[in-house]
């Protein structure tokens, strides 16, 4: 069974900006784009008791929500689904640090460093 249609669940928006980043990053492994994608999950850890995970996968898992944003196709399982539904994942830039950063509307506290959250 192929993964969940985005169109059944909330959103996960991805800005160009990230889809750009990860395109890029993805094209470099040797992966596939049409293919292959970004996964997006959320772990136990950090002191918050939350993190968000990336990596690049070269293909859905059969139980994965597929999202497709500029081209760049996203991987959510569905334990991390609950935790990430309605987020923005975006590519922020700056003078000390650069890398990809999940807006999410279902966090109630951070951690201090923002690496972890609590919903």
């Given amino acids: 069974m192929d993964g969940e249609s985005a169109e059944t669940r ?3 928006e991805v800005t160009e900006n990230a889809a750009e980043q ?3 990053l993805l094209e470099s492994e040797g992966l596939d784009p049409s293919e292959a994608g970004l996964r997006l ?3 136990q850890g950090g002191c918050a008791g939350l993190s968000y995970g ?3 996968d ?3 898992d059969d139980d994965d929500t ?4 500029h081209d760049l196709r996203v991987f959510v399982d569905p334990a991390s689904q609950k935790y ?5 994942l975006d590519f922020e830039q700056g003078l000390q640090s650069q890398g990809f950063h ?3 509307p279902n966090v109630v506290s951070e951690c201090g460093c923002g690496e972890s959250f609590r919903t």
Avoid: C, K, T, W
């Fill in 10 to 12: 909330p959103r996960i």
């Fill in 22 to 24: 990860a395109l890029s």
């Fill in 41 to 43: 999950f959320v772990q």
């Fill in 54 to 56: 990336m990596r690049f």
């Fill in 58 to 60: 070269d293909a859905p």
């Fill in 66 to 69: 597929i999202y497709v944003h």
């Fill in 84 to 88: 990430i539904e309605g987020s923005v």
């Fill in 102 to 104: 999940v807006e999410n």
